[in-house]
């Protein structure tokens, strides 16, 4: 060879599949951990919600960058099957006869997670069985089926009726229990958040890197090739369809916990898409994406909350007498998401995974890149 | 060669589009052990039909085998899905190189290698002994390697599956003549020394007649011509139409061009 290859290279296959391949990397993922583990310290509760809801929309949107992102099975109902997560866990919390070991163990939250990762799966397959026949736009139909039945349907007209208790479910604040940790401040919920965040995500991404997520990529390139390698196409599809519904059923029973009730408004169509937006801004096909697309979306939004306020509150000062201008400012929130959209899909369509990728190609280059300037 | 010798076995297969249009109208087409069969044709002959029939794709483009059978060591398969028929071990190599684009080349070999995850190493390996390009991009998206190594890596992919029968469509396809020719000879090189049995499809007659030792001439969805290479590069018609050599050479005038198409009527 007439040049010396630079970098960092592999001699074996193991060091090759590495989490943590090197020290710089080791040293990187260790200063991430620390930060999460005294953010509650430095941040007040208010932005400490941000940092929860945050996972809560990266555990949900893990479903829709596995079927979009990975699958290329496009879904805008992913909402429905948080919804039934988060339906399955109250309704578990509140009328399963729980024996008394099991309450004061904290043992019936973590069962019930599990049961609506279950349910929630088992429905969003239900809601996958038209992938087998159709892609595409078709397919965006009959996810879009899901919700509307879900939602409004099911959920609505039928579950929320049980016991007579109107909509919403409120669950009794030493139900969410965690073995000995009973979930009732934010900082607790903000590091319960962490923690199934980062087992999900690690869930995730050993999926996506061993034959079941390569059948899905491949399937995604290219399906016909695929299934000439032997991959059966339907069964890897369900099977996609079930691990999205699973997380998005174990981020509605973690939302719960936030929220202490369900109530269908928090599954409107609108998170649906929401979701899509984040893996869009973050980037298709990306589990780093994700991440940085929820937390985009939540920070932004907060902001402009924030600015909202202000806003109003000093139009207030100024003139009472205008205070009816500030409801006009509430929609902005939606208006700015749908703006962000449009503003990446046109500036940055490989999203901000893809402008990271960017900077750490740049930073691992410098100062020698060879850009040819 | 003894009738037993035979792994695949097209018995006079009928194969309708969208259940109007008639593609191939009786085809029968025999591999056998350790052999390269090569299938040769114009456009639209039905050569890569035929491919799509044996090993189940024609349901993606709503087609049917309405007549006929196909038996892979001694097991009719006609009707087997495709995912089926890939787990008795025939990988067809699509025409168009078709990697899946965001898998490293490494990860496509891995894919390969779907339905017999066991012993990954060794046949990585092995690949990268075949295809020494492989391994020096194996870490590159596929998407982003030249032609001929996603051509390669195509071929290294269905070698990954460990196949009993390898079905090549034009791997020559949109590559340059020198990369062609070394594909070639890694093609004639997995037949010899890893006794893949290989029933290939190509434009490039010449090419085809050197590789493979028995060869087949579609027309209009039927077989015209069946015959060792050495007889067929003979063939005055094979010469005149697929070889371009005639005994006159040079130019054709228009009273040859009349003659050329009298012939190929009578060969259909």
């Known amino acids: ?373 | 060669m003894a009738e037993n010798n035979k792994i695949l076995k097209i018995n006079n297969i009928e194969v309708r589009y969208h259940e109007v249009i008639l593609v191939l109208k009786g085809v029968s087409i025999e591999v056998p052990e350790g052999g390269i069969v090569a299938l040769l044709g114009a456009n639209g002959a039905g050569k890569s039909t035929t491919l799509k029939a044996v090993s189940g794709l024609l349901g993606h483009e709503d087609g049917d085998i309405t007549d006929g059978s196909i038996e892979f060591l001694g097991e009719k398969i006609h009707r087997l899905p495709a995912e089926q028929i890939s787990k008795r071990g025939i990988f067809q190599i699509i025409e168009g190189r078709r990697v899946f684009d965001h898998l490293t080349v490494e990860e496509n070999l891995l894919v390969g290698a779907h339905l017999r995850p066991s012993g990954l190493k060794e046949r990585l390996e092995t690949v990268y002994h075949y295809f020494p390009r492989l391994r020096e991009r194996r870490t590159v998206m596929a998407g982003f390697v030249s032609g001929g190594e996603q051509q390669m890596c195509v071929i290294g992919r269905a070698m990954m599956a460990l196949p009993k029968l390898m079905l090549l469509d034009e791997p020559s396809m949109g590559l340059a003549p020198l990369l062609i020719k070394e594909i070639f000879e890694i093609i004639q090189r997995l037949n010899r020394e890893e006794r893949i049995p290989i029933l290939l499809v190509e434009q490039n007659v010449k090419l085809a007649l050197t590789v493979a030792p028995h060869a087949y001439v579609m027309e209009n969805g039927r077989i015209v011509m069946d015959d060792t290479s050495e007889k067929l590069k003979e063939n005055p018609d094979i010469r005149d139409f697929y070889l371009g050599l005639t005994d006159v050479g040079g130019r054709k005038s228009f009273r040859e061009v009349k003659h050329y198409k009298r012939r190929k009527r009578w060969l259909a």
């Not at chain 1, 208006?335 to 449009?342: K, M």
Request: charged content about 10%; glycine content about 10%; hydrophobic content about 55%.
């Open chain 1, 1 to 373: 060879m007439s040049y010396l290859p630079c970098g960092t290279y592999f001699e074996s296959y193991a060091d090759d599949h590495k989490w943590w391949r090197t020290s710089f990397i080791q040293g990187k993922m260790i200063f991430m951990l620390v930060v999460l583990a005294i953010l509650p310290y430095v941040v007040d509760s208010q932005w400490l919600s941000v940092a929860y809801t945050i996972n809560y929309y990266i555990l949900a949107g893990l479903g829709v960058q596995l079927l979009i992102g990975y699958c290329g099975q496009i879904t805008l109902g992913h909402a429905a099957f948080v919804a039934v997560g988060g339906y399955t866990c109250a309704m578990m919390l509140l009328l399963v006869p729980w024996p008394q070991f099991m309450v004061d163990g904290g043992l019936a939250y973590p069962v019930t997670i599990v049961c609506a990762g279950l349910l929630a799966g088992a429905w969003s397959v239900l809601f996958g069985l038209p992938s087998a026949r159709v892609k595409g736009f078709y397919l965006i139909m009959t996810t879009m089926a899901a919700q509307w039945i879900t939602v409004p349907l099911v959920i609505t007209q039928y579950v929320a009726q049980i016991g007579g208790r109107g909509q919403a479910f409120a669950i009794p604040p030493d139900m969410i229990k965690i073995g000995p940790w009973v979930i009732d401040t934010d900082t607790k919920i903000y590091y319960f958040s962490v923690v199934l965040v980062g087992i999900c995500l690690l869930a995730m991404g050993n999926m996506v890197r061993s034959k079941l997520g390569r059948a899905w990529i491949a399937i995604r390139d290219n399906d016909i090739a695929a299934e000439t390698m032997g991959v059966n196409i339907v069964v890897y599809k369900l099977i996609a369809f079930w691990v999205a519904g699973f997380f998005a059923g174990v981020a509605g029973a973690f939302y719960l916990s936030a929220l202490f009730f369900v109530s269908p408004e928090h599954y409107e169509w609108f998170f649906s898409l929401l979701w899509v937006g984040i893996i869009l801004i973050g980037g298709v096909g990306s589990i780093q994406g994700l991440v940085f697309g929820a937390a985009f979306v939540v920070i932004v939004f907060k902001l402009l909350e924030i600015a909202v306020m202000s806003a109003s509150s000093a139009l207030m000062a100024i003139n009472p007498e205008l205070g009816w201008m500030t409801t006009k400012f509430i929609f902005f929130k939606e208006a700015s998401f749908g703006l962000a959209i449009i503003l990446f899909l046109i500036y940055e369509p490989n999203g901000l995974s893809y402008r990271y990728w960017q900077l750490k190609n740049y930073f691992n280059l410098w100062p020698f890149s060879y850009t040819g300037k």
